[in-house]
Nanobody, 125 residues
Framework: QVQLVESGGELVQAGGSLRLSCTASGITFGPYATGWFRQLPGKEREFVAARRWATGATYYADSVKGRFSISRDTAINTAYLQMNKLKPEDTAIYYC??????????????????WGQGTQVTVSS
């Protein structure tokens, strides 16, 4: 049984940093792409970042480019989303996902098979 568990979300002031973690069981991240998505209050889930570990290809939403970065620790099968220079508009529930998307789906929900339960990030102004 595959399970993704996110952690690290909390209340932070604007300009601060957070690192979200996504620990996988039942799969290893290597053969998959890891995606991070977020859902703002009252809105649909949106793409944040993704990486194909096999090739290193990395994708970021324009709204987070230069502030967020995605990485992983293979020893503990955990992926990370490092978020710097946080803004109030980054407030959302953040989800990690794993799958084998093609290029046209790597920035969409349908590209991913496995999802975590989400972690709340709140950025105060």
């Amino acid at each position: 049984q595959v399970q993704l568990v996110e952690s690290g979300g909390e209340l932070v002031q604007a300009g601060g940093s957070l690192r979200l973690s996504c620990t996988a069981s039942g799969i290893t991240f290597g053969p998959y792409a890891t995606g991070w998505f977020r859902q703002l209050p009252g809105k649909e889930r949106e793409f944040v970042a993704a990486r194909r570990w096999a090739t290193g290809a990395t994708y970021y939403a324009d709204s987070v480019k230069g502030r967020f970065s995605i990485s992983r620790d293979t020893a503990i099968n955990t992926a990370y989303l490092q978020m710097n220079k946080l803004k109030p508009e980054d407030t959302a529930i953040y989800y990690c996902a794993a799958g084998r998307p093609i290029t046209s789906t790597i920035q969409t929900e349908r590209g991913y098979t496995y999802w975590g339960q989400g972690t709340q990030v709140t950025v105060s102004s």
